[in-house]
């Protein structure tokens, strides 16, 4: 198993920037892929961004490239989300996932690929 926890979120102005951080612990050895995925009210969850946990290739949603950046930390079984120019349309709670074994880009953009979560991180921007 592996446990995730969220720590980050905020109330902020659009314009604005917080940095997001995931710490992994358990079965960190299983993880194949990092992502952080994100849900407002009345929609469904959707992809931000990802990593591949060795090697660190980074994916990107359309929405959010240019102002998010993802980033892991081996070592210390961390995965941060810095977040810049946020805009109200960004606020949603933000949850991180992890996958245990291979799966390619692609796949790594769907949350049902994903095993494991966190409990989530509340972002609000104001406008």
């Known amino acids: 198993q592996v446990q995730l926890v969220e720590s980050g979120g905020g109330l902020v102005q659009a314009g604005g920037s917080l940095r997001l951080s995931c710490a992994a612990s358990g079965r960190t050895f299983n993880i194949y892929f990092m992502g952080w995925f994100r849900q407002a009210p009345g929609k469904e969850r959707e992809f931000v961004a990802a990593?591949?946990?060795?090697?660190?290739?980074?994916y990107y949603a359309d929405s959010v490239k240019g102002r998010f950046t993802i980033s892991r930390d081996n070592a210390k079984n961390t995965v941060a989300l810095q977040t810049n120019n946020l805009k109200p349309e960004d606020t949603a709670v933000y949850y991180c996932?992890?996958?245990?074994?291979?799966?390619?880009?692609?796949?790594?953009?769907?949350?049902?690929?994903?095993?494991?979560w966190g409990q989530g991180t509340q972002v609000t921007v104001s406008s």
């Open positions: 990593s591949k946990w060795i090697g660190g290739s980074t």
């Open positions: 996932a992890a996958k245990w074994d291979y799966i390619n880009a692609f796949q790594a953009m769907n949350a049902d690929e994903y095993g494991h």
